[in-house]
């Protein structure tokens, strides 16, 4: 339990009597705790007993199997409703608040890690809840610790009776100092709240649990500590060692004091209400109060506003919207804030599979290997030596021993029980939305591969809806949390995640004036469930190549966050400046076998060209073209590529000839006419 403000925090007087008196209190928190107790006693500590495979008081234990399924459902349910805390990412509403938002993110992810609040924790319980209860509460807060007060630096003004009085010189400043409370410590938190304690109104009827008009749960804490958080003198709370342990599920819960010294604790109940709904005096609708109640003290422990919200002189409320006391759940039950839970729906199906598994082993032990024998013709000691054990190896007869001693027939189970077994587990997994690939088993009956994936993509959806359920129950909590981030953080808080830059980024953002409202909150998607790890990083680096060549990214940031991403040290790896380099100067060279004769004028040209990319002309080679060259002009060889003469061409033929000669027709039936063929031959 959290201190709500420390003891210096006056209490609020409650009305004589009438709505919100001490008495009116009292009725309403009877009336919810024996609501709340029915479901506790009839159905969830049941419920915990199936889950840990035990079998209950009233069940004989002896030949009773009990099949662990409600464990195995719960856990493997757990890992697929959330693996892992997600990355939140914050939207601002307002334009203007753009620049402040990477600064709060960071902040509020940080907080929700290992060194925080370590949410992780909180859901691996809030989640073993909801699948045996049906409900996952958790308590959000902040709790400082102060020692005394220091002096701060708020601001300057002028020095009295110092400086120019003719208002030539500057007046001279001093700074103005005020004392504040001296943090020591500080922490915020997101608990686990058992539902065996929680405290529901008996009327309410919704599962938008921050509409009910009050919420709270019973505590167990020591004297002494309750004492000092609240300020009080340790004889005015009526402590015991025999505390009624009933609001707990453990099954092996017991009273303190049975054995050493036990040390003095207290009952009481925090409740949290909306003020307005009790107090007239109450305009704002979210104005919350907090109502500490011990069990035996006749006036309440503590009764004050919220100290985790702030109204503002023009009546806006700034910091935490809803209860600090954060419910949800998986299902809704119509007209009821107590909603059904997977262990309970599917208690029957489990109690079938285990009495189907007990007569199995029922069956196995009195189907043992049983003889009888003929009393007229076997031996009397012999048959009681049988009976005994002793012997069962060699049993000396005078005959046909099967005449005399024989072996029962045993009865064979039967097949149905296995198919039994088969339609009970598809009723669990209905239940519970599971398909056999999800827990990891090939499916029966399914003789197609479209078959497999209809029942696989019908599951995904129910589990989809429940994912979704969750993640939107821990973005509510988070939400929350950062409204208190955003009231108690100072400087020094956003720079150990931010640095000096970002606490310039927040001067746009007055903390103390502008709602948390003011950002949206959500989950990357898919984060809060398993993916697989080859996708996963697939995924990373493509995002990497896609933003790489933007001019407006900053590749190097862009690239220290993939490789963090990629669990590999940024710091090491990235250089923030390359080394300068000259710029290379390409070029396309094109050569022919004209441009390599030594006599050409382009000849040195090229050959400049070739040896500075690492092509060098032998020098033999160039000594052996001028030769040639010399030897081709002394005997009237063309220089270079010249034409070699020859005689001269005819010239062309332009006038026109005439017309030819008249040809005779080709005929057909040359053959038919003349008996020969149109070579001149003789038809054969």
């Given at each position: 339990?959290?201190?709500?403000?420390?003891?210096?925090?006056?209490?609020?007087?409650?009305?004589?009597?009438?709505?919100?008196?001490?008495?009116?209190?009292?009725?309403?928190?009877?009336?919810?705790?024996?609501?709340?107790?029915?479901?506790?006693?009839?159905?969830?500590?049941?419920?915990?007993?199936?889950?840990?495979?035990?079998?209950?008081?009233?069940?004989?234990?002896?030949?009773?199997?009990?099949?662990?399924?409600?464990?195995?459902?719960?856990?493997?349910?757990?890992?697929?409703?959330?693996?892992?805390?997600?990355?939140?990412?914050?939207?601002?509403?307002?334009?203007?608040?753009?620049?402040?938002?990477?600064?709060?993110?960071?902040?509020?992810?940080?907080?929700?890690?290992?060194?925080?609040v370590n949410a992780k924790a909180l859901m691996h319980e809030v989640l073993t809840d909801v699948e045996l209860t049906g409900l996952m509460i958790a308590k959000i807060g902040y709790e400082p610790t102060q020692d005394g007060e220091k002096p701060v630096v708020v601001g300057q003004q002028p020095m009295p009776n110092v400086g120019d009085v003719l208002g030539l010189n500057p007046v001279a400043m001093q700074p103005i100092i005020e004392s504040v409370p001296n943090i020591i410590h500080e922490r915020y938190f997101l608990e686990r709240v058992s539902p065996g304690s929680v405290v529901i109104p008996?009327?309410?009827?919704?599962?938008?649990?921050?509409?009910?008009?009050?919420?709270?749960?019973?505590?167990?804490?020591?004297?002494?500590?309750?004492?000092?958080?609240?300020?009080?003198?340790?004889?005015?709370?009526?402590?015991?060692?025999?505390?009624?342990?009933?609001?707990?599920?453990?099954?092996?819960?017991?009273?303190?004091?049975?054995?050493?010294?036990?040390?003095?604790?207290?009952?009481?109940?925090?409740?949290?209400?909306?003020?307005?709904?009790?107090?007239?005096?109450?305009?704002?609708?979210?104005?919350?109060?907090?109502?500490?109640?011990?069990?035996?003290?006749?006036?309440?422990?503590?009764?004050?506003?919220?100290?985790?919200?702030?109204?503002?002189?023009?009546?806006?409320?700034?910091?935490?919207?809803?209860?600090?006391?954060?419910?949800?759940?998986?299902?809704?039950?119509?007209?009821?804030?107590?909603?059904?839970?997977?262990?309970?729906?599917?208690?029957?199906?489990?109690?079938?599979?285990?009495?189907?598994?007990?007569?199995?082993?029922?069956?196995?032990?009195?189907?043992?290997?049983?003889?009888?024998?003929?009393?007229?013709?076997?031996?009397?000691?012999?048959?009681?030596?049988?009976?005994?054990?002793?012997?069962?190896?060699?049993?000396?007869?005078?005959?046909?021993?099967?005449?005399?001693?024989?072996?029962?027939?045993?009865?064979?189970?039967?097949?149905?029980?296995?198919?039994?077994?088969?339609?009970?587990?598809?009723?669990?997994?209905?239940?519970?939305?599971?398909?056999?690939?999800?827990?990891?088993?090939?499916?029966?009956?399914?003789?197609?591969?479209?078959?497999?994936?209809?029942?696989?993509?019908?599951?995904?959806?129910?589990?989809?809806?429940?994912?979704?359920?969750?993640?939107?129950?821990?973005?509510?909590?988070?939400?929350?949390?950062?409204?208190?981030?955003?009231?108690?953080?100072?400087?020094?808080?956003?720079?150990?995640?931010?640095?000096?830059?970002?606490?310039?980024?927040?001067?746009?953002?007055?903390?103390?004036?502008?709602?948390?409202?003011?950002?949206?909150?959500?989950?990357?998607?898919?984060?809060?469930?398993?993916?697989?790890?080859?996708?996963?990083?697939?995924?990373?680096?493509?995002?990497?190549?896609?933003?790489?060549?933007?001019?407006?990214?900053?590749?190097?940031?862009?690239?220290?966050?993939?490789?963090?991403?990629?669990?590999?040290?940024?710091?090491?790896?990235?250089?923030?400046?390359?080394?300068?380099?000259?710029?290379?100067?390409?070029?396309?060279?094109?050569?022919?076998?004209?441009?390599?004769?030594?006599?050409?004028?382009?000849?040195?040209?090229?050959?400049?060209?070739?040896?500075?990319?690492?092509?060098?002309?032998?020098?033999?080679?160039?000594?052996?073209?001028?030769?040639?060259?010399?030897?081709?002009?002394?005997?009237?060889?063309?220089?270079?590529?010249?034409?070699?003469?020859?005689?001269?061409?005819?010239?062309?033929?332009?006038?026109?000839?005439?017309?030819?000669?008249?040809?005779?027709?080709?005929?057909?039936?040359?053959?038919?006419?003349?008996?020969?063929?149109?070579?001149?031959?003789?038809?054969?």
């Amino acid at each position: 339990m959290a201190s709500y403000g420390g003891p210096d925090v006056q209490n609020l007087p409650l009305p004589p009597e009438g709505v919100g008196s001490l008495a009116f209190w009292r009725a309403h928190l009877k009336t919810a705790t024996d609501k709340r107790n029915r479901y506790r006693d009839e159905e969830w500590k049941i419920n915990v007993e199936r889950y840990l495979a035990r079998t209950l008081k009233s069940t004989p234990s002896g030949h009773t199997v009990v099949v662990p399924k409600d464990f195995s459902n719960t856990e493997q349910k757990k890992a697929q409703l959330f693996f892992r805390v997600p990355e939140i990412h914050l939207t601002p509403r307002r334009p203007e608040f753009q620049q402040a938002v990477p600064v709060f993110q960071a902040k509020v992810n940080h907080t929700l890690g290992r060194h925080g609040v370590n949410a992780k924790a909180l859901m691996h319980e809030v989640l073993t809840d909801v699948e045996l209860t049906g409900l996952m509460i958790a308590k959000i807060g902040y709790e400082p610790t102060q020692d005394g007060e220091k002096p701060v630096v708020v601001g300057q003004q002028p020095m009295p009776n110092v400086g120019d009085v003719l208002g030539l010189n500057p007046v001279a400043m001093q700074p103005i100092i005020e004392s504040v409370p001296n943090i020591i410590h500080e922490r915020y938190f997101l608990e686990r709240v058992s539902p065996g304690s929680v405290v529901i109104p008996g009327d309410f009827k919704g599962s938008d649990y921050d509409r009910a008009a009050y919420l709270g749960f019973e505590f167990e804490l020591d004297a002494q500590m309750l004492a000092r958080r609240f300020g009080i003198d340790p004889a005015l709370v009526k402590s015991g060692t025999d505390v009624d342990q009933q609001q707990s599920l453990d099954p092996d819960a017991q009273k303190d004091g049975t054995t050493g010294e036990a040390r003095p604790k207290v009952k009481g109940t925090e409740l949290w209400y909306r003020a307005a709904l009790f107090d007239k005096a109450v305009k704002h609708p979210e104005l919350m109060r907090c109502l500490v109640l011990i069990d035996g003290v006749d006036e309440p422990l503590k009764h004050a506003d919220s100290p985790y919200q702030r109204q503002l002189p023009d009546g806006r409320l700034l910091g935490m919207k809803g209860y600090p006391v954060h419910i949800g759940a998986l299902y809704y039950t119509p007209d009821s804030a107590y909603p059904t839970s997977d262990v309970s729906m599917s208690r029957a199906q489990v109690d079938e599979l285990s009495k189907g598994r007990t007569q199995m082993v029922q069956q196995r032990e009195r189907n043992n290997s049983m003889r009888w024998a003929d009393k007229n013709r076997a031996d009397v000691e012999l048959v009681n030596r049988i009976v005994k054990g002793e012997v069962q190896e060699v049993i000396p007869t005078d005959g046909n021993g099967d005449e005399i001693i024989g072996e029962i027939a045993r009865a064979q189970f039967p097949r149905e029980n296995f198919e039994f077994n088969r339609v009970t587990q598809g009723d669990i997994d209905d239940v519970w939305a599971f398909s056999p690939a999800q827990r990891g088993n090939r499916g029966e009956g399914s003789d197609t591969a479209t078959e497999a994936s209809i029942i696989q993509s019908n599951a995904d959806v129910r589990m989809a809806w429940s994912q979704g359920r969750v993640l939107d129950w821990f973005l509510g909590a988070v939400e929350k949390l950062g409204a208190l981030i955003q009231l108690f953080a100072d400087d020094e808080d956003y720079l150990e995640v931010a640095g000096p830059d970002g606490i310039t980024r927040l001067e746009a953002w007055d903390r103390s004036t502008v709602e948390g409202a003011e950002f949206v909150y959500s989950a990357k998607a898919n984060s809060a469930i398993r993916q697989d790890s080859a996708i996963d990083m697939k995924r990373l680096w493509d995002r990497y190549s896609l933003l790489a060549n933007d001019p407006n990214v900053n590749r190097v940031e862009l690239l220290r966050w993939a490789l963090s991403m990629s669990d590999m040290d940024a710091d090491k790896l990235v250089i923030a400046e390359l080394p300068e380099k000259k710029p290379e100067l390409k070029s396309n060279l094109s050569v022919k076998g004209e441009d390599l004769n030594p006599a050409a004028p382009q000849f040195p040209v090229i050959k400049a060209a070739l040896e500075q990319q690492g092509i060098q002309l032998p020098a033999e080679a160039i000594q052996l073209g001028l030769q040639l060259h010399q030897k081709a002009q002394t005997l009237g060889a063309p220089v270079g590529d010249a034409p070699v003469p020859g005689p001269e061409p005819a010239p062309l033929q332009t006038e026109h000839g005439g017309m030819q000669a008249p040809q005779e027709t080709l005929s057909k039936h040359q053959t038919d006419l003349s008996g020969m063929i149109a070579n001149g031959g003789a038809a054969a």
